[in-house]
């Protein structure tokens, strides 16, 4: 896979690429990324990348011209839609989650867009992006950190990019998951803090239905909309009703 990033501010993108799954992943040759300066694209001796809103209003937006250039440069005029992706980050996106994050590790190329300032031209969203993402209901400044996050996400999903004991769960979100069970490592107790008994008992079946247990606690908790979707067994719902009258 080839990824390639659309920014103001290319000097953001130094690190985040360098450390852990990424990094394998882009020493193993498995993917490869190339982070663009959008002024580099623009016509005019200013390397004028925004201009000010039609009808009005606050601030400034990002020109179209730029980025259709840039676009073009990268992929070509009549780029193939099956084996590319073209991401346009801003709030008013499609909801980024574990099952595009899925899909996206299929195509060849990855292009991402990062919007800033008060906006970019609609003719990108509507034209030239084949997907408009947000990565959660919150506004920042740009769309840099959102494309670090979607990187992330994808690359680790990479054939090869994970160790065997890592790719088993990493499906477990997107498929009808849950939320995990709470971990613990030593000491056995820690400024007066225990570990649950359970964990030390050596009773392998005992610690799959505590785990089993704490782990529907905290969706119930603080994901009760995952719970809709989840693949539950009988044993499950049981716990749950448990869980819910306490
Ligand atoms: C700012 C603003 C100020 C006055 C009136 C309207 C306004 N809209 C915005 C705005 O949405 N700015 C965005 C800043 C423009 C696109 C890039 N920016 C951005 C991307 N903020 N947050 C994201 C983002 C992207 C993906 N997922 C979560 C947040």
Known sequence: MRIDILTIFPEMFRGPFDYGIVRRARERGLVE????????FAADKHRTVDDRPFGGGEGMVLKPEP?????????????DR???????????????????AAYLATRERLVLICGRYEGVDERVAGY???????????????????????????????PGALHRAESARRESFAAGGILDYPQYTRPAEFRGLRVPEVLLSGHHAEIARWRRRMALAKTLRNRPDLLEKAALS???RQLLEELRDM
């Open 33 to 40: 990324i190339a982070v663009h300066d959008l002024r580099d």
């Open 234 to 236: 009988e044993e499950d």
């Open 128 to 158: 030239l992006a084949t997907h408009e993402l947000s990565i959660g209901d919150y506004v920042l400044t740009g769309g840099e950190v959102p494309a670090m996050v979607i990187v992330e996400a994808v690359v680790r999903l990479l």
């Open 67 to 79: 980025i259709f250039r840039a676009v073009e440069h990268l992929l070509g005029e009549q780029f």
């Open 82 to 100: 099956e084996r590319a992706a073209v991401i346009l980050l801003t709030p008013q996106g499609r909801r980024f989650t574990q099952a595009m």
